[in-house]
């Protein structure tokens, strides 16, 4: 078995669950588990401000209670202000990045909160939503255990729109739109998706006031859209960086697959969190007015993924979560099977389903996305 002093990194989108299993591994003994790393908040923390928001006063349905979520922090406080090492560009403006890419400010801050944990006798975990686009980069430089959540693409972008507190879009809706505009080779994406162009110029505060300003008042398929782009890249780009990939859908409703993801972490990093109260929200009952299939095959038309999610060297996990996701919310008058058919016939294209050999949808749905690769 490894040694737990391995580094773990957690990498999820956000409202992924990704809080619920840190706050898992944060319950363990020996451990120092990092919330949100690479969040901009981070630039501007103190010993007081640490210590201030917590689960319960967040607002954001978060487990955890009164446990300020920046607790383990307090080992890396720069006495200035901040972190030591940590720059808020980091956040988003380095989601991108290619494995062999160097970045010597990013790596020291890291390496600065490895040598505080372990200076300490504890195994650094580090959870965040902003580390999918730099996953390899990750993988690359501090080796590790890399555990990949996924969820029901349709509910994760629902979560985000119920968080809305007037008709405007949400900070994380921003951050999608900021990173489809910076996506490597995506400008013709962007504009396509989004009427507009963007520079990139600026502060990440400065870049996310430019979108809110044009987009503000951008129907919601505009929005989603633009989170499955990113979604879609992201996991493509992360998902070969996976030592584990959690379905956190089924994590909520089948306890036997929690007891093998808990054995599969054990395998891998020598810890062994606790899944057994996990549950799933409900599903939202506000449901905007997205035609989704229309709006998801366009998006797969425009970024030419229909190989990347049905063809041979697709990774399962994409095919299970879009195909059922969109058939959940998309109304048939007929059975299961062809529901799931109309779903993916809208999605990536009659054509491409015909393609698809019902046997081999078969085994790649029986496969447990909590094996390790």
């Given at each position: ?7 773990v990194?957690?990498?999820?989108g956000w ?5 619920y299993?840190?706050?898992?591994f944060?319950?363990?003994?020996g ?11 981070l630039?501007?923390v103190?010993?007081?401000t640490?210590?201030?928001e ?12 009164t446990?300020p979520y920046l ?5 890396a ?5 901040g ?5 808020p ?5 380095r ?8 970045d ?11 040598e ?14 902003r ?5 390899g ?16 693409p ?17 900070y ?8 489809l ?15 507009h162009?963007?520079?990139g110029a ?20 505009v ?13 493509l ?7 584990l ?20 972490i ?24 997205v ?19 049905v063809?041979?060297?697709a ?9 059922p996701a ?14 799931l058919?109309?779903a993916l ?10 393609r698809?050999p ?8 029986a ?5 390790r690769?």
């Amino acid at each position: 078995m490894p040694s737990p002093t391995t580094t773990v990194f957690v990498h999820s989108g956000w409202r992924c669950s990704s809080t619920y299993v840190w706050h898992r591994f944060r319950a363990l003994a020996g451990v120092r588990a990092y919330y949100e790393p690479w969040h901009e908040q981070l630039a501007r923390v103190s010993a007081e401000t640490l210590r201030a928001e917590t689960p319960d006063n967040s607002g954001l349905r978060h487990p955890g209670g009164t446990e300020p979520y920046l607790k383990e922090f307090e080992v890396a406080l720069d006495p200035a202000g901040g972190l030591r090492n940590f720059d808020p560009s980091f956040a988003l403006d380095r989601f991108w990045i290619e494995p062999e890419a160097s970045d010597l400010a990013q790596q020291a801050y890291l390496e600065g909160l490895v040598e505080a944990a372990r200076t300490r006798g504890e195994t650094p975990i580090f959870a965040c939503c902003r580390t999918l686009g730099r996953a390899g980069w990750l993988r690359r430089r501090f080796g590790g255990f890399h555990v990949m959540l996924v969820r029901d693409p349709v509910q994760q972008w629902l979560s985000f729109y119920s968080l809305r507190r007037r008709p405007r879009p949400t900070y994380f809706e921003l951050c999608h739109y900021v990173l489809l505009s910076e996506m490597a080779g995506g400008d013709d994406l962007s504009h396509a998706l989004l009427g507009h162009r963007f520079d990139g110029a600026g502060t990440l505060e400065e870049r996310l006031a430019a979108v809110r300003g044009k987009l503000k008042r951008a129907p919601a398929s505009v929005s989603f859209q633009a989170f499955l782009a990113v979604w879609l890249r992201s996991y493509l780009k992360a998902l070969p960086e996976a030592d584990l990939v959690v379905d956190v859908d089924r994590l909520a409703r089948d306890q036997a697959y929690a007891r093998e993801v808990e054995a599969a972490i054990q395998a891998g990093c020598g810890l062994k969190p606790d899944f057994s109260d996990c549950r799933a929200p409900a599903p939202h009952g506000i449901v905007p007015p997205v035609q989704w299939r229309k709006a998801a095959r366009e998006v797969v038309d425009l970024m030419d993924l229909h190989e990347a999610i049905v063809g041979p060297q697709a990774p399962p996990i994409l095919f299970r979560k879009l195909a059922p996701a969109f058939a959940a919310v998309t109304p048939a008058p007929v059975g299961p099977i062809m529901k799931l058919g109309e779903a993916l016939g809208g999605l990536i294209g009659g054509e491409a389903v015909t393609r698809a050999p019902a046997k081999a949808y078969a085994a790649t749905a029986a496969r447990t996305d909590g094996s390790r690769r």
